[in-house]
């Protein structure tokens, strides 16, 4: 989560907001994890 700076502090006024950056960053961690097992598997 700390790659994303917008979620080491709290910066975003709305709770719907933080929600959909927190989704994101999520979301981009399990697509990495995919990738990165898949990658490991051909080898």
Do not use: F
Not at 19 to 24: G, S, T, V
């Amino acid at each position: 989560m700390t790659r994303h700076r917008r979620l080491v502090r709290d910066y975003e006024a709305r709770i719907d907001t933080s929600e959909a950056m927190i989704d994101m960053a999520m979301g981009e961690l399990l697509l990495r994890r995919i990738i990165d097992q898949q990658l490991s598997n051909r080898l």
